[in-house]
């Protein structure tokens, strides 16, 4: 493939994409020169929804009309706003609309979690991770751990190789003091999606709990958590959900937990309290039924407003169509950097599409810095993890085959 083959097939692919018109959606930034940039940053923060002004301004609205009547009189009730995520955020991670709450930031969640989920014994209390797991997520389970008394440097394993062979290994090899699996559902460095369904069983055989990060999975590969059997998992909306900086996150609790007849012990606050009682004001948690029974507060209005948009979207577009746009992108973005840059690069990510979302990973072999301060000064959005690795992630809502043209011509200017 050379760079005027790959400049027709992305010319074609283009006219062919029926997704293609959901690019308005969307403001794209522009480069200093005018043109809209080439925006693979999509893993990293979301683009904004160009509906997302009106959303947040309608509450804006409502605030100054009507003050705190807005929490029962507005268009969308504050009082039960968060209840307008559940159909959709069912949707992306394929779960019940019970099962899911959005709240919150993503570490906290996962602190809330990790106290429901958490319950070592003298005897099982490590917890099993991946190697390249997100540094908050490590200091969230080694404080976890120190909390419940234990050395996180003896209670945390990695798992060197996300493979499910490996990591079911694992398990079976600690099976004896074991409490919890957490594992990112696709790992932010490597872009490898991983087998949940293989590792939730491999743990539940045991008794070990199993729980998923899934800030890089969620709105980027199809999910079946509640199938899956997942026991938690949590995500934040800002990456492939498009809710904004800081926007609130996502909590999933199975069914089977969140319904249990012995409510899970749990950090509670008055909005996870049965609601037609919360102001009531009673002395007693009663928890909600289900993942809303883990809420502390009442939520941050303009930030919900603002993944509105973006959610519905999805709703309409549906994870299957988003998906094969997604691996059409990806495996045109392997393909020609395989065939155009050779040797010069390696692609950490793995090559089989059923294995990674829409992040490739690319180890540039030689001057990656440099590399990388092309690809900004030609306009193509991306980003540097060290020592060596540029992520591309092309997003199948926004990003046009020619990004990815562009992307790969830059970089084989510049390696
Ligand atoms: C992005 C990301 C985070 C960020 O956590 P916040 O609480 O949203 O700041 C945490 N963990 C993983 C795996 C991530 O990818």
């Not at 200093?32 to 080439?38: I, L, Q, R």
């Not at 394929?94 to 958490?118: D, I, K, W």
């Not at 190789?161 to 099976?175: N, T, Y």
């Not at 999933?252 to 919360?278: C, N, Q, S, T």
Request: aromatic share 10%; net charge negative.
């Amino acid at each position: 493939m050379t760079l005027d083959d790959l400049r027709a097939r992305a010319t074609e692919l283009d006219r062919g994409d029926a997704l293609a018109p959901y690019r308005d959606r969307f403001s794209v930034p522009r480069h200093a020169n005018g043109t809209e940039v080439a925006y693979l940053c999509g893993n990293s923060l979301g683009l904004a929804p160009k509906a997302t002004r009106a959303f947040v301004n309608e509450e804006l609205q409502a605030w100054e009309a009507l003050g705190v009547e807005g929490h029962f009189k507005e268009r969308r009730p504050w009082v039960s706003y968060h209840e307008l995520f559940a159909q959709h955020l069912a949707h992306v991670v394929g779960a019940r609309p019970y099962e899911v709450v959005a709240m919150n930031t993503l570490t906290v969640n996962l602190h809330l979690m990790l106290t429901s989920f958490y319950r070592p014994t003298r005897t099982r209390y490590k917890v099993l991770v991946g190697h390249t797991a997100f540094p908050s997520d490590r200091y969230a389970i080694a404080s976890q751990v120190a909390l419940h008394g234990f050395n996180p440097d003896e209670a945390i394993i990695s798992a060197e190789s996300l493979a499910a062979s490996h990591v079911c290994a694992l398990i079976e090899r600690h099976k004896d003091d074991l409490a919890l699996v957490l594992m990112d559902g696709v790992n932010y460095y490597t872009g490898e999606f991983i087998d949940i369904a293989a590792i939730t069983e491999a743990a539940h055989r045991h008794g070990v709990v199993a729980g998923f990060d899934l800030a890089h999975a969620a709105g980027n590969v199809p999910l079946a958590l509640h199938d899956w059997n997942a026991d938690f998992a949590v995500w934040c909306h800002y990456k492939y959900l498009n809710g904004g900086p800081g926007c609130v996150a996502g909590c999933f609790v199975h069914e089977r937990h969140g319904f249990a007849r012995e409510p899970l012990p749990r950090m509670a606050g008055w909005w996870g309290h049965d609601k037609h009682a919360r102001f009531a004001m009673g002395p007693r948690f009663e928890p909600i039924p289900g993942a809303e029974g883990w809420q502390l507060s009442n939520p941050p209005l303009f930030s919900l407003a603002a993944l509105i948009p973006s959610l519905e979207i999805f709703s309409e577009v549906g994870m299957g169509g988003l998906r094969a746009k997604s691996e059409a992108l990806t495996g045109l973005l392997d393909e020609a950097l395989r065939a155009v840059l050779g040797e010069r690069v390696e692609v950490i990510t793995p090559r089989d599409p059923a294995r990674r979302g829409c992040q490739l990973s690319v180890r540039v072999k030689h001057n990656a810095r440099a590399a990388f301060a092309a690809l900004g000064a030609a306009g193509v959005i991306c980003d540097w993890r060290e020592p060596d690795v540029i992520r591309l992630a092309p997003v199948p809502l926004y990003n046009r085959f020619a990004d990815v043209a562009r992307c790969v011509e830059v970089l084989s200017c510049a390696t």
